[in-house]
Nanobody, 115 residues
Framework: QVQLVESGGGLVQPGGSLRLSCAAS????????MAWYRQAPGKQREFVAAVTNGGKTNYGDSVKGRFTISRDNTKNTVYLQMNSLKPEDTAVYYC?????????WGQGTQVTVSS
């Protein structure tokens, strides 16, 4: 089992920045990659970004050039630096970790972009 705890969400004005954190604990050796997803009210969950154990990153089209995912293996933590935030980035952001067999999810953290 892997436990994921997200933090760092909140209210920010358009154009602002936030950094989300996701700390993993438990059977972390089973993790091959970690990722962020988001879900806005009335919409399907959307892929945001992912990073593999080897450091390879991938981003959803809507966040490319604005968001950066990074990973600190010494702290078993993945980060999502979000810059140039837009109202349409408002959503609950979920951390995800796992491998091809099993995937774990965090409880989510709310990000609201509004003036």
């Amino acid at each position: 089992q892997v436990q994921l705890v997200e933090s760092g969400g909140g209210l920010v004005q358009p154009g602002g920045s936030l950094r989300l954190s996701c700390a993993a604990s438990g059977s972390i050796d089973s993790i091959n990659a970690m990722a962020w997803y988001r879900q806005a009210p009335g919409k399907q969950r959307e892929f945001v970004a992912a990073v593999t154990n080897g450091g390879k990153t991938n981003y959803g089209d809507s966040v490319k050039g604005r968001f950066t995912i990074s990973r600190d293996n010494t702290k078993n933590t993945v980060y999502l630096q979000m810059n140039s935030l837009k109202p349409e980035d408002t959503a609950v952001y979920y951390c995800n970790a796992g491998n091809i067999v099993v995937v774990y999810w965090g409880q989510g953290t709310q990000v609201t972009v509004s003036s």
